[in-house]
């Protein structure tokens, strides 16, 4: 597992297809994409120390969730089983838990074994509009990833900017505007300056409607401690108790499932030692 080196981030490509391992805007599923900037199409590393020796685990850049197998059929049209996102709940998870295998081809080419034995495969080798991911027992080509490494950019991202007026509905036999726009549950807490947080006391909640960053930056800001600007903040997303913080740097994913939050604070050790992934760099 030469090319994973813990913390950094990479990208996986496929071989045939020369498209993307994309985490899909719900926040659960995994997609194949041609679009290479794209926080979507990053993935952190977090190498874990089993039993029985190494293993890869990989989380979504954009949504902070884990790469995982599941024991579920693979939708229509596509082979094998579901893959999907999840959180890390548990001190091991085994379906999150992947080794890397040399292809023999070439030392950027691996395929990646779950410990529970199927391979993440990618589909649509005849059907272009299949984009689909799944884990499979039965060899194929379509199960080759390219791995490419991004290199770390000195400062965080910019949020995308919120847009212009929330999307409501007039209903004139009720003369009410209906809102559109999803509403969740966030969880946050404010970590100390070294990064250290609890597990679960001391922590707060909030309903927030909607799925802008920018917003949702505006409102912890205010929340954490009276006064601070909102720009001096850092949204970590926590998927999972043992999950590792993954700094929130685009929009909320589509639907409504409850959000944990750790905050840090700007200028101090741990938000100096954020790693952000340059996903425009060539």
């Not at 910019?158 to 509905?169: E, R, S």
């Not at 930056?217 to 999950?243: E, P, T």
């Amino acid at each position: 597992m030469d090319q994973f080196h813990d913390g950094h981030h990479v990208r996986l490509r496929s071989r045939v297809q020369r498209t993307y391992l994309h985490a899909a805007d719900d926040g659960v599923g995994v997609t194949l994409h041609e679009r290479r900037a794209s926080m979507n199409a990053a993935w952190a590393v977090h190498i874990y120390d089993g039993d029985d020796g190494l293993y890869l685990l990989l989380h979504s850049a954009a949504y902070g969730r884990y790469l995982a197998a599941t024991a579920t059929p693979a939708r229509f049209g596509h082979r094998g089983l579901r893959a999907e996102l999840r959180d890390y709940d548990q001190p091991q998870v085994e379906a999150i838990m992947w080794r890397a295998v040399g292809s023999g081809f070439g030392d950027d080419l691996v395929l990646l074994r779950n410990v529970s034995g199927p391979y993440l495969r990618a589909n649509g080798r005849y059907l272009r509009w299949n984009t689909g991911v799944s884990v499979d027992y039965r060899a194929s080509s379509m199960m080759y990833w390219i791995v490419e490494p991004i290199t770390a950019r000195e400062d965080m991202p910019a949020l995308p900017a919120p847009p212009p007026n929330p999307p409501y509905i007039y209903l004139p036999l009720t003369f009410m505007y209906l809102d559109l726009e999803p509403e969740r549950l966030i969880r946050f807490v404010r970590a100390l300056d070294d990064g250290h947080y609890p597990e679960d006391e001391g922590w707060s909640q909030f309903w927030f409607r909607g799925s802008s960053a920018f917003r949702l930056r505006d409102d912890l800001g205010f929340l954490v401690a009276a006064g601070v600007y909102y720009r001096n903040i850092a949204m970590c997303v926590r998927a999972g108790r043992y999950g590792r913080l993954t700094p929130l740097v685009v929009d909320l994913p589509d639907g409504g499932e409850t959000l944990e939050i750790v905050v840090l604070m700007a200028n101090t050790p741990a938000y100096n030692e954020l790693r952000h992934p340059d996903v425009d760099a060539e």
